[in-house]
């Protein structure tokens, strides 16, 4: 959810640690703070709100540093005000945390009984205590940290640094992302590495339960048991995670018009004479997939609403049952886990929390596999799984996802062909047209995009609205759920999905004139029971607006407005209506003005509960 940067260096590193900061602003934040060591005294500014004030406070105040940490914060533990911004500072120990830290209460207590003053509301400030408590019964900073950590519960990735020594920046990880990066003379750490891509391309990423002394010459790193260990070092082509606007106007724009180039890096490599590579999935993909008899999906948020459409996939395409379930509501019930079950996870980042606890509390029960859909490589989530698939859709900095959506569609039709095929459920010829259509996907793409400007006109009609309505049937329904969800995120227009079918037993209660009523309907064999539907709302004086197949006769008329989608085979219309939504809530944001790539309240990575 936050940023975290921190700097070892010869030179002054307060631009570093500012730069990191921007490049982590599309991860969502309220306050931002930075602190280095100057003259052996912590120098630190903090500011509430955006980035670009606390770098006109830091060049005000000419701070400068060789050593230093800094943070974008996203509010948990107290408002998001100056007093509660990283980093937090007692003694001459200042850290940036990422995480919640679950029994900070209790901690609190007992530090306060011990004569620690607070000042913030936040859970972070115990672990300055704890340090801080810790160095009076030992003079070294990581020994004093070793202990400390041991005292905390909950999920955290902590970067610290002390006055007195200049030189030194200790970095823990548990439950949340910490990657150092790797310089000539310079050392550095980050919550992600795009925070550090100005100034390294080479990574190491740390596991759970690490700890890291940095230097400017040095990384040295040990495992939960104290033991020296080595990473293997990554090296990232820069120009792939390049992360400008490119002339848009805002990252999502540029993210949706990305689509067509993304779904076509998904399927590059993975396609073999008109089929799905055996080795799409890993080397030992058919080997596990022989042995598959139940799916069980995982994942949140936008990833959630990719499963349900698989859900559709795997049952009708592949014949294996299959079972799509949201990670914060599986990791807190008991659960049984059918005979050779498959475990899928979906994530953007890899690193969402609840669906890495949901990951590794379904590996104690026993799986026959975990197979990860993920756009990160270097992530925890791929590090974890038996079996991985990257998307290579490229960096998503909008936090509202787009192109990381349809490429997990692309990637789980894939993995529902193979499955498929291993069963023997799925013939050559059906699996040929299926890859047929996925390999045509980015030209339909670029002929949907070309409605922009239609979709734009359209938008005008929600500029006053504060509810909309969503329908789909089948496997439109979930991408129904989708276009709610990103009306939600972006123009904080309350939106609701529903399989239309359902209308008649709830929903109709709240359809008038004043109520939009967005629709997707693709030519398929539920088009007349949508049609029905279609009426049931026309009765009521509800606003429809439609994104229909030209072969649906679904015509534009007094209280319907419908705009024709390319015609596409069932199988791959979930990703090609996608689109039109996507643009749809992105026009209705910028009409309403609102922060179209940092909507208020979310975070793009979530790595807290």
Avoid at 119 to 144: K, M
Avoid at 398 to 408: D, E, L
Avoid at 440 to 450: A, D, I, K, T, Y
């Amino acid at each position: 959810m936050c940023g975290i940067v921190g700097a070892v260096a010869e030179r002054n590193v307060t631009a570093i640690l500012v730069e990191g900061l921007k490049r982590l602003e599309y991860r969502g934040y309220d306050s931002a703070g930075l602190a280095v060591i100057n003259n052996n005294s912590i120098i630190r500014e903090r500011r509430s709100g955006k980035v670009r004030e606390l770098e006109a406070a830091a060049e005000a105040a000419q701070i400068l540093g060789h050593i230093g940490i800094a943070h974008t914060r996203w509010a948990t533990h107290g408002a998001p005000t100056q007093d509660n911004a990283h980093p937090h500072v007692s003694g001459d120990i200042a850290v940036v945390h990422n995480g919640i830290i679950e029994n900070y209460e209790e901690l609190r207590h007992e530090l306060k009984a011990q004569g620690y003053e607070f000042v913030s509301q936040t859970d972070t400030e115990v672990v300055a205590h704890l340090v801080h408590r810790e160095l009076q019964h030992t003079h070294d900073l990581f020994a004093a940290i070793k202990v400390s950590v041991n005292y905390l519960k909950g999920a955290y990735a902590l970067g610290i640094i002390r006055a007195s020594e200049p030189d030194r920046l200790i970095a823990v990880r548990r439950g949340s992302p910490l990657v150092i990066g790797l310089g000539i003379g310079e050392n550095f750490i980050g919550s992600d590495q795009l925070a550090l891509l100005p100034v390294t391309n080479r990574f190491l990423y740390l596991n759970e339960g690490d700890m890291a002394e940095v230097f400017r010459d040095e990384v040295k790193v040990y495992n939960e048991a104290g033991q020296a260990i080595q990473h293997p070092i990554t090296e990232l082509d820069a120009q792939l995670h390049n992360s400008d606007k490119g002339g848009y106007r805002h990252y999502m724009l540029k993210e949706i018009y990305e689509q067509p180039q993304a779904i076509q890096r998904t399927l590059d490599g993975r396609i073999q004479d008109g089929i799905v590579h055996p080795h799409a999935f890993g080397v030992k993909a058919l080997e596990v997939l022989a042995k598959v008899k139940h799916i069980q999906i995982i994942a949140c948020g936008t990833s959630y609403h990719a499963g349900c459409v698989a859900r559709y996939w795997f049952e009708g395409i592949a014949g294996i049952s299959c079972n799509v379930e949201v990670a914060s509501e599986y990791r807190y019930r008991e659960t049984v886990l059918p005979e050779n079950t498959l475990f899928v996870t979906i994530s953007q980042s890899g690193e969402t929390a609840d669906t890495l606890a949901a990951l590794r509390e379904a590996q104690k029960k026993g799986l026959l596999a975990a197979l990860c859909i993920c756009n990160v490589p270097t992530s925890t989530l791929v590090r974890e799984s038996d079996l991985s698939f990257i998307t290579h859709a490229g960096p998503e900095i909008g936090v509202a996802s787009t192109k990381a959506f349809t490429t997990q569609l692309v990637a789980l039709m894939l993995l529902v062909l193979s499955a498929g095929r291993t069963h023997k459920r799925l013939n050559h010829e059906t699996e040929a047209k299926i890859v047929r259509q996925l390999q045509n996907l980015p030209v339909v793409l670029e002929s949907v995009l070309g409605l922009d400007k239609a979709i734009e006109r359209m938008a005008a009609a929600f500029g006053e609205k504060h509810h909309t309505l969503f329908l789909g049937r089948g496997a439109q329904y979930p991408v129904a759920m989708e276009g709610a969800l990103k009306l939600k995120e972006v123009s904080y227009i309350h939106a609701e999905a529903y399989a239309a079918g359902e209308l008649k037993h709830g929903p109709l209660a709240l359809v008038d004139n004043d109520m939009p009523v967005v629709v997707v309907a693709p030519n398929n064999d539920m088009i007349d029971k949508l049609k029905s539907n279609l009426q049931e709302v026309r009765a009521r004086g509800g606003q429809l607006f439609v994104f229909a197949d030209h072969h649906t006769k679904i015509a534009t008329e007094e209280g319907i407005t419908v705009l024709g989608i390319p015609s596409v085979a069932d199988e791959v219309a979930p990703i090609i209506y996608t689109i039109p939504l996507q643009l749809l809530s992105y026009h209705v944001a910028v009409i309403k003005g609102t922060d179209v790539d940092q909507p208020r309240n979310l975070a793009k990575s979530v790595t807290v509960e």
